[in-house]
């Protein structure tokens, strides 16, 4: 018996002395790629999860075209968010949100290798993403120090379900308010029709894979609807924006309270910046009004500061999001209170009301 057993034991210890020296791998070469958007050409072998839908903008008439990749390249990008395990919110978003990838608009006929005049093409304007990304995005896989069959896991089983656990969306970014917003069946929809796990199947070499299209570690995640159409949808709330413009997890901002997020997300600054405990500091600078009959006119001018942790203050010129100051008037400091006016940063605020002329106004900020 001992001749049999001696080899047995001779290769077991082989085995963990290569999960060892294995343990210390990088397996960040290893490429995942992720082929995301609007992409309007029917089913084929090569796009099996495409249906030719297409993305449709309102237009002065009130109907609904394709843009042209000029008119929508000067106000949107798209862009990819990972959102965790999907973990939302109707007022704070999403638990989890990391920007992955962004791409712009483009002409059917300018992506590359493919023409015009393709018999499956259904449209002429596309969101062609192209995200690539390290196999360890979402963690790296560690080698056990002991080998047991019943239990082990190889990386390429373990980075496939590791991404199969992640979800992403595809969003439509406002590039001059930052605000975001669902692709929708329909316009201004509340159901996001891009949004899936990420089910990849994962091979794993020591040299950088290069994946071919559309095989080896390669997603395809395109636009689907049953319309073949998607427009712009509801806007994400701004936190989840936040969060993924400033890198936070929602670990990091375990330690801060509602109200600071809320107010470091209005503001657009990183909330270890601001004074914690400090509210908001707004005031109306200077009023010019003008009597016209029953119609009173003019502008305030109207300050907001934010308070630093290191105890100085910074005026805040543009708020992000829902945020707003609010002007509004009353004939009594009891109300009822009528909101005249509003804006997104200090500055002059154009007033116009009906009310008497000996109301009085105030400025107030929501957030």
Known sequence: MRPFFRPFLFAFAGAVCLLSTAAAQDHSSTIIQIRWGVYPVLQSGSNPQSNGTRFLMAQDDGTFAEPTADAFNARYVARLLHVGDGTFDAQSGYATADWLDACEGSDFSDHTGVGSASTNLVGSFQLYGNARLPVTQFGQYEYPETFDPSTYVGPEDWYAARWAEQMVAVLIQDKETGRAYFLSETPGGATPVCMTNLP??????????????????TFTFWARTTSQAVYLGSE??????????NGYTAEALSGYSDDAIAWAAATGMRVEALDAEALPELSIQSMSLLASGATLSGRLTVQLNARLA???????????GAARIVVETAESPSGPWTAIAEQNSSGEISVKTSANTSGIFRARLDY
């Open 310 to 320: 290191d105890g100085t203050t910074q005026p805040v010129t543009q708020l992000y």
């Open 200 to 217: 990849v199947s994962v091979w794993i070499e020591e040299e950088a894979i290069d994946p071919p299209l559309p095989t080896n570690n």
């Open 236 to 245: 994400v709330p701004y936190r989840s924006i936040w969060m993924a413009d």
